[in-house]
């Protein structure tokens, strides 16, 4: 069974600086999504960066970057110049290649630091 | 296009109550997901809709839930006989089939059964 795992519960930055954010997962498939999503707090969970399993180039969205490792089943979360508006919960989640299943990791919490 | 919506937002009932939940997607989207999100926790899938066909449903999903999409548009998920740990999140997504499928989540329903 697919599974996503977070092992950072809570995370802080300092504005401005970098953070990383770490998810693994486990499959047997070769063609699959990986997604980051945040979820400010009361608010609704929106997408912030996505990646298909089948392209070797690091997705990237602004600030926001990835480090996929496929064959680590690594998937982590870079956010530059940290922003006050980037505290939330962070979510990875997988998805495989039908759209069938879609499983999240537990989450890790960021704080930004003024 | 205004997002997914859902309906109530909050909604307390008491235990052996049945509550039902409407998900509005985004017109053009012809898939829907459910999701039950704990304090603390990652969604967790319970059961999604392509059109008006059901096509997946979580083992987590007792024989009292029930989902209907009658039309291929709006949804219901409906929980009978309340019980204390339904208390929950209960988020809804809808996305376009296709290779790059992407999930938008609408704000939840939370429910407090007491």
């Known amino acids: 069974a697919q599974t996503v795992t977070q092992s950072q519960p809570e995370m802080s930055v300092q504005e401005a600086e970098t953070v990383t954010l770490s998810c693994t997962y486990d499959?047997?498939?070769?063609?699959?999504?990986l997604f980051w999503y945040k979820q400010p707090p009361s608010r609704q969970m929106i997408l912030v960066i996505r990646?298909?399993?089948?392209?070797?180039q690091n997705a990237t969205e602004n600030r926001f970057s990835v480090n996929f490792q496929k064959a680590a089943k690594s998937f982590s979360l870079k956010i530059s110049d940290s922003q006050l508006g980037d505290a939330a919960m962070y979510f990875c989640?997988?998805?495989?290649?039908?759209?069938?299943?879609?499983?999240f990791g537990t989450g890790t919490s960021l704080t930004v630091i003024p | 296009d205004t997002g997914v919506s859902q309906d109530p937002r909050h909604k307390i009932t008491k235990r052996g109550q049945n509550v039902t939940f409407r998900c509005d997607p985004i017109?053009?989207?012809?898939?829907l997901y459910w999701y039950r999100q704990t304090l603390g926790q990652g969604p967790e899938f319970l059961t999604y809709?392509?059109?008006?066909?059901?096509?997946?449903k979580s083992r987590l999903l007792s024989d009292r839930f029930s989902a209907e999409r009658p039309k291929g548009s709006f949804s219901t998920l409906e929980i009978q006989r309340t019980e204390q740990g339904d208390s929950a999140m209960y988020l809804c997504?809808?996305?376009?089939?296709?290779?790059?499928?992407?999930?938008?989540f609408g704000p939840g329903t939370r429910l407090l059964v007491l």
């Open positions: 997504a809808s996305s376009l089939v296709g290779y790059q499928e992407t999930q938008y």
């Open positions: 499959t047997s498939e070769s063609d699959y999504y």
């Open positions: 990646q298909e399993a089948y392209k070797q």
């Open positions: 989640a997988y998805r495989d290649y039908t759209g069938n299943q879609f499983y």
């Open positions: 017109s053009e989207h012809n898939r």
């Open positions: 809709f392509q059109n008006e066909a059901q096509l997946e």
